[in-house]
């Protein structure tokens, strides 16, 4: 019988004894990279709240100082933001006592104190 030969698809790849350090380094590096990304999102997450509490002072003070909750919520989807991020605004102005939460007409809305 003829011996076929080995086609190198066919032949086994091997690996040195130093392959996995190889990949553990690699691991670390793609894991810090990970952890910059996150930070930067964390950082300019605190910056959107901090800009959007801003943007809410100032629609209170052009609207008398006074804006129901719907109003709020219609006003920031014009605007293309978020919700959540509307709603931490609101809870970082009420723990600065800078906005005071209020029932008027049986509705939620906010009134500036400053």
Do not use: H
């Amino acid at each position: 019988m003829p011996v076929k030969k080995k086609k190198k698809s066919e032949e086994k790849q091997t690996l040195g004894i130093t392959a996995f350090l190889v990949e553990e380094e690699e691991k670390e590096k793609t894991s810090q990279k990970a952890t910059t990304v996150e930070e930067k999102k964390i950082e300019s997450k605190v910056e959107n709240v901090e800009e959007i509490s801003n943007r809410i002072v100032e629609l209170l003070k052009k609207r008398g100082g006074l804006i129901s909750k719907d109003e709020l919520i219609a006003w920031a989807k014009a605007r293309g933001i978020k919700i959540s991020l509307i709603m931490k605004a609101i809870d970082e102005l009420t723990k600065k006592k800078m906005i005071v939460r209020r029932i008027v007409d049986e509705k939620l809305c906010y009134e500036l104190k400053v």
